[in-house]
């Protein structure tokens, strides 16, 4: 069996079931884009840019169950880790997440504005 660059991978294989993980190149790429959303402050958290720079790398948010992601961030101040999939990994309803990383989304209220910081682990 070839040496691959991540173990999870190595082991799943012996199984014949490959993990999905996302190259390091694509996760700059995201990461960026979040950089630029993150840099300002907002009115209200602004999920769906962040959720827009994801699907331009056809990347989806997922709920626990491996679903689209649906729902509500609230208060002045949280963190959510939200796992993420390719577009492309689909079956029936649901999609299989990457095992290599995930969205963090960290926010805090200062007066009337947002500070968020964004990234993939």
């Known amino acids: 069996m070839k040496r691959l660059i991540c173990k999870c991978i190595e082991v799943k294989q012996e199984y014949g079931e490959k993990q999905p993980v996302i190259d390091a190149k694509t996760r700059r790429k995201i990461n960026q884009k979040l950089y630029e959303i993150s840099k300002a402050f907002h009115a209200q958290i602004p999920i769906q840019k962040i959720f827009n720079a994801l699907e331009e790398y056809e990347v989806v948010p997922l709920q ?10 609230l208060g002045e101040s949280g963190r959510a880790t939200i796992n993420i999939a390719s577009k492309y990994s689909k079956t029936d309803s649901t999609y299989r997440p990457y095992t290599n990383t995930m969205l963090i989304l960290l926010w805090h209220k200062t007066d009337s504005r947002y500070e968020i910081t964004a990234y993939l682990s």
């Open 64 to 73: 626990e169950d491996n679903t689209i992601w649906s729902g509500m961030l």
